[in-house]
């Protein structure tokens, strides 16, 4: 079975401080990972994804994440925060599923910017 | 390229209705899939679509369907609704279904509300 694990359903940071979200996932085989983020009364918008091009993999709006394959991790960072960055995230896993492929979503991440 | 549109963006319902929402992929996006996302749940797989065949399908009662046209537009309906269907529904397309890393485009979403 796969799954996938935000620790912290809420985090806060200060302004301009690093930002750094957990996402763990459960996965035979290394699967395609994503983050997406959500403002409030709006869909998901695509952060980044990892395809095994990179293990280091750069996002928009200057977040990037890194995949680690022994830590079976994907945690999202950015290095100084802005109170724009305040929404909620999503990490997600998208792997083959007999035939087609199945996406499994995170709980999500609050992120709370302090000015 | 027009993103992703959902209508209506608003609904409310009482208990025992049906609704039906609609989605419009992406030009060029076969697979369309719906999510619902609630504050205690997060987001849930509904199902998903891919030239017109459901492919994939999540757990949820008999009473949610859906289906998808030959121009790609989707539409789901929920029927005998109750009170624990209010939830923001999500739509999302992508290039492919069966293969690759392709990401979902999300659209903003249908808030139904059943009273």
């Known amino acids: 079975a796969q799954s996938v694990t935000q620790l912290g359903s809420h985090v806060s940071v200060s302004e301009g401080a690093l930002v750094l979200l957990r996402c763990n996932y459960s996965?035979?085989?290394?699967?395609?990972l994503f983050w997406y983020v959500q403002y409030p009364n709006q869909g998901l918008q695509l952060l980044l994804k990892?395809?095994?091009?990179?293990?280091l993999v750069k996002g928009i709006n200057g977040f990037e994440a890194e995949f680690k394959k022994s830590e079976t991790s994907f945690h999202l960072t950015k290095p100084s925060a802005h109170m724009s960055d305040a929404a909620e995230y999503f990490c997600a896993v998208r792997r083959r599923s007999g035939g087609y492929q199945k996406v499994t979503f995170g709980i999500g991440t609050k992120l709370q910017v302090i000015p | 390229k027009a993103g992703v549109t959902q209508t209506p963006r608003y609904l409310i319902k009482t208990r025992g209705q049906q609704v039906t929402l609609s989605c419009s992929p992406i030009?060029?996006?076969?697979?369309v899939s719906w999510y619902q996302q609630t504050p205690g749940q997060g987001l849930q797989f509904l199902f998903e679509y891919f030239s017109e065949t459901q492919r994939n399908k999540g757990n949820f009662p008999g009473r949610f369907s859906g289906r998808q046209f030959s121009n790609s537009r989707s539409e789901m309906n929920v029927s005998t609704l109750e009170l624990g269907d209010s939830a923001l529904y999500l739509c999302a397309s992508s290039y492919q279904a069966t293969s690759g890393p392709y990401e979902q485009y999300f659209g903003p979403g249908t808030r139904l509300t059943v009273t």
């Open positions: 990892y395809t095994s091009a990179a293990t």
């Open positions: 996965s035979s085989v290394p699967p395609y």
């Open positions: 030009s060029g996006h076969r697979s």
